[in-house]
């Protein structure tokens, strides 16, 4: 498990603020791995693998990188690592440009550089190292968990009602916010100043397309070709013992083929996971095809998902409540260790792109579509919430999608959700799965570049749907490649139906909701407990419709059919129309999320028994 933490203070009171932060924290003592000297403290903690620091002589300066700087000014780094070079040459980046010098790097990191009282933090394009973090007179603290952040926080915890009405809705948090009001998230393309004054926060890249290139289709594809393999030669350079996971769509499949292709004479493992590796044209029995066309080698690993109460919680801790990922993979963060410790693997190539899904002809679908909703007071979540709980949650929701829509830069409905789509979605979704990971398994994310994605920006929408420059791309490159099938199946559970069916889950579920925790704080256990016990029902069901799958069936339909589809889709969004078994579940990971939040800061007080101060660097116990 990696953690960083630290305290970021420009007055110097940082070791005393560290000292209190440290002993929240949920592992063995982290080892003190960084201090600055004269001018302000950065005083840092880790259980990393990748880290490294540079310091000047007289101490006014100094650098800190947790992960891998692999670009500089669109120069490849000699290892990513931060040789002392290169990190005195970041240093001298931000000394001329300020906060314009994160546009000039690239890589995987969380980096943090002090130039006397002012201290920069930052996070990189994709957010594979997000910190949580508070700020108070000047002294700012962060933790790679949320919940062992908390024990530090200087304030009473409050819930954040539009955050908590979002990850209702959609699953996912506003960028930089969290469930608690005054904690914050710094992700992908996100980075702080802090001064003796404060912290401010601000965004160094954001997918807004603002102009439509001019160049051919062509021309497009050549483009892309050439920065998917530029991306790729920089991450396999540095990659220790790498794995492709490999599922049966483009995405995947390009990235192997590219890496098989550079790689040469040396072997390239690809890999698969999930259940019923048998079920027909499903990704599992694809995957097996692509690497043996490739000539990689293939393995298959049962990933079997046991909900219990150990497992969810560690899976909330692990994860900080992030967006799904203790509904459906309670058990990640144990199968990612096996990989590296029974397979060997150290480094993992995700697939992960922005390149975006079908068009949008009006504007009624892009929030949603985008990860921003509403808690309506008469939707679906009315039969659970209490009417005072709705009458906090319902206006807080709709002032996150006023200020997430008052906020986007781009022109056309589509390119408006593909702007929300990275704020909200790629910064919050890659957040969690990196968090899990097994503190020696790297992920590299080569479609998620920061050049790569600096050029989608001009590329025409017509193009970015539907992966069309993407496909076009690997017909060109791999044409025996993209002639394979694509897989109409996956290999993941069928959770809606198996929340309904499988009385252990829904017993599990009823266990879990009658602990302690948020629910009898909003005083609505009672309601969700009578839920639980009519969600195991007999018979057969009828899943909803997945609302993307809806609009490509009907990108080839008139307009008239998909403005339709698109206000139908606005309809159900307004009525939080959403599987039963999810809002079952998102209530309970706030239940334990905002619970042990809660229990670990009268824990911590308790044993302090002395109310921190600011001489600390912490602000004041409420």
């Known amino acids: ?331 990640d963060d144990q199968f990612y260790r096996r990989l590296h410790d029974e397979l060997g693997f150290s480094s993992l190539f995700r697939g992960d792109e922005c390149f975006g899904y079908e068009r949008l002809i009006t504007n009624r679908v892009v929030a949603v579509l985008g990860g921003v909703g509403r808690v309506s007071q008469t939707g679906a979540y009315a039969e659970l919430l209490t009417p005072e709980l709705l009458a906090l949650l319902a206006p807080a929701s709709e002032a996150v999608m006023d200020e997430a829509m008052a906020g986007l830069a781009s022109r056309t409905p589509t390119g408006k959700r593909d702007e929300l789509w990275y704020a909200f979605g790629i910064r919050r979704l890659l957040a969690p799965y990196n968090a899990v990971r097994h503190q020696d398994l790297e992920v590299y994310t080569p479609f998620l570049d920061r050049r790569l994605l600096e050029w989608l920006r001009r590329v025409p929408e017509a193009l970015r749907a539907e992966k069309r420059l993407v496909r076009d791309a690997l017909s060109r490159r791999f044409p025996d490649v993209a002639s394979i099938p694509y897989a109409t199946r996956d290999n993941l559970p069928a959770w809606q139906r198996r929340w309904r069916e499988d009385p252990i889950l829904s017993g599990f579920l009823r266990e879990w909701c009658s602990a302690p925790g948020w629910l009898d704080a909003v005083g609505i256990r009672p309601a969700v407990l009578d839920r639980i016990e009519r969600l195991h029902v007999a018979g057969p069901i009828t899943a909803d419709p997945a609302w993307r799958r809806d609009l490509r069936r009907l990108l080839n339909r008139s307009a008239p059919s998909r403005i339709l589809l698109e206000l139908g889709l606005e309809r159900r969004a307004e009525r939080n129309a959403l599987p039963e078994y999810l809002q079952l579940l998102r209530l309970a990971v706030l239940h334990g999320l905002l619970g042990s939040a809660r229990r670990r800061q009268s824990e911590r007080l308790v044993a302090v028994q002395v109310p921190m101060t600011r001489s600390s660097g912490s602000g004041t116990t409420n």
């Not at 002589?57 to 800190?64: A, I, K, L």
């Not at 992960?67 to 070079?85: F, H, K, Q, V």
């Not at 998230?185 to 001019?214: D, M, N, W, Y």
């Open 1 to 331: 498990m990696e953690v960083l933490l630290g305290v970021l203070s420009p007055d110097g009171s940082g070791e005393a603020a560290f000292a209190n932060l440290a002993a929240g924290t949920a592992i063995d003592q982290p080892e003190i791995i960084a201090r600055a000297g004269t001018g302000g403290s950065v005083v840092l903690g880790a259980v990393a693998r990748r880290f490294a620091t540079w310091q000047d002589v007289d101490g006014e300066r100094s650098v800190h990188l947790d992960g891998e700087i692999l670009e500089i000014d669109g120069r490849p780094t000699s290892d990513g690592r931060g040789a002392a070079g290169e990190l005195e040459t970041v240093s001298r980046l931000f000394e001329t440009h300020g906060n314009a010098a994160w546009s000039r790097l690239d890589g995987s990191f969380l980096l943090i550089v002090r130039h006397g009282a002012t201290i920069y933090a930052g996070a990189d394009i994709a957010g594979t190292r997000g910190v949580y973090w508070w700020e108070q007179g000047g002294t700012l603290a962060f933790h790679s968990r949320l919940l062992d952040l908390v024990p530090s926080y200087p304030a009473q915890i409050r819930e954040d009602w539009g955050a908590v009405a979002n990850y209702l809705a959609t699953g996912l948090y506003p960028p930089g916010r969290t469930a608690i009001s005054g904690i914050r998230h710094l992700g992908a393309g996100q980075h702080l100043v802090i001064r003796p004054s404060g912290a401010t926060e601000g965004r160094h890249f954001r997918l807004a397309f603002t102009e439509q290139g001019s160049a051919r289709r062509t021309e497009l594809v050549d483009e892309l070709i050439a920065n998917v393999e530029a991306a790729v030669a920089t991450r396999w350079r540095a990659a220790v013992e790498p794995v492709v996971p490999l599922s049966g769509g483009v995405d995947s499949r390009y990235l192997a083929a590219e890496i098989v292709r550079q790689a040469g004479t040396s072997p390239v493992r690809t890999i698969t996971w999930g259940e019923a590796p048998d079920r027909a044209n499903s990704d599992a029995q694809v995957a097996s095809t692509v690497a043996a066309a490739l000539g990689a080698e293939h393995a298959w690993r049962d990933k079997a998902q046991l909900h219990t109460l150990e497992s969810f919680e560690r899976s909330i801790y692990v994860s900080s409540g992030e967006c799904d990922y203790a509904i459906h993979y309670p058990g």
